[in-house]
C-alpha cells in the first residue's frame, strides 16, 4: 500500500484527508499537535496512524523524520496552516501575527519537503502537495485585504514552484491546492463546501497528477488556478 504523510490532520480538511486515504487503503501517517486528536485518529476504518508533529517547531519535525528514517513515503501531503488576523487593513497590521502565520503557512511545508526528501526519493509516488488558496494568487487578487494570510500562500506558491523545478529531473510531481471556501473553524459556518466534499476533490486531484503537471496550482476541482 502507498502511504501518506499529512499535517494538520486532527480536525477539518486535515481529518477529512485521512478519512479519504484510508478508505482508499493507504497508510496514512496523521500528523497532530494535539495528543486528544489520535482516538479519533485511531477510531478510522483502516491503516492510520496518528504521529506527533508540531509544524511550527523545527526540533519537532526533525524528530519524526529520524523517527520514521528508512520508511518510504509516497506522498508528503503540507495541509497544516494559520488564518491570522481576520479583516485588518492597512495601518493596522499585526507583524507579530504575521510571523506566526509565515512561520506555518510558508516556512513549515518547505522545512517539511527538507526533512522527508530522503523519505519521498525512497517512494514510488514522488509527490508533494500543499493545500494554499486562491487568496495566495496574485494573478486574481482584485479585491485586497487579507494581507497576512494571502502573502503566506503567495509565498508557499513561490516556494513550491522552485521545490517543482528543482525536483523535476528527479520526476517529482510538486502541486499548490486551493480546497476551497471549507467549512471548518478557519472558514467559518458559512462556508460553501464541506470537508469530506474537499478532500475527495484533492485527492481526486493528486490522483490525476503526473510529472509534467509539476508546479501547478488547481482548485479542489481540478481547474488550474492563475498564479
Known amino acids: 500500500m502507498p502511504t501518506v504523510l499529512i499535517t494538520g490532520a486532527g480536525r477539518g480538511i486535515g481529518l477529512a484527508l485521512v478519512h479519504a486515504y484510508a478508505e482508499d487503503d493507504w497508510t496514512v501517517l496523521a500528523g497532530i499537535r494535539d495528543p486528544a486528536a489520535a482516538q479519533r485518529l485511531m477510531r478510522i476504518d483502516g491503516d492510520v496512524t ?3 508533529l508540531d509544524v511550527a517547531d523545527p526540533a519537532s519535525v526533525m524528530i519524526l523524520a529520524e523517527r520514521l528514517a ?3 513515503l509516497d506522498l508528503l501531503l503540507n495541509n497544516a496552516g494559520l488564518l491570522g488576523s481576520r479583516g485588518t487593513t492597512i495601518g493596522e497590521t499585526d507583524f507579530a501575527a504575521w510571523q506566526d502565520v509565515l ?3 510558508t516556512l513549515a511545508p518547505v522545512r517539511l519537503v527538507e526533512a522527508f526528501l530522503p523519505h519521498l526519493r525512497d517512494g514510488e509516488g514522488k509527490i508533494i502537495a500543499t493545500v494554499s488558496s486562491r487568496l495566495g494568487s496574485i494573478g486574481s487578487n482584485d479585491s485586497g485585504g487579507n494581507l497576512i494570510y494571502r502573502s503566506s500562500k503567495a509565498a508557499v506558491n513561490a516556494a513550491m514552484r522552485s ?7 528527479e ?7 486551493h480546497p476551497g471556501w471549507v467549512r ?4 467559518g459556518p ?3 463546501v464541506e470537508p469530506a466534499d474537499s478532500a475527495r476533490g484533492i485527492k481526486s486531484v493528486i490522483d490525476g497528477l503526473t510529472p509534467a503537471m509539476t508546479g501547478r496550482f488547481f482548485n479542489y476541482d481540478g481547474a488550474e488556478i492563475p498564479w
Open 50 to 52: 496518528p504521529v506527533t
Open 163 to 169: 521545490i517543482a523545478r528543482d525536483l523535476a529531473d
Open 184 to 187: 471548518t473553524d478557519m472558514g
Open 103 to 105: 512561520t506555518v503557512n
Open 171 to 177: 520526476a517529482f510531481t510538486v502541486t499548490l491546492l
Open 70 to 72: 528508512g520508511l518510504p
Open 190 to 192: 458559512q462556508a460553501s
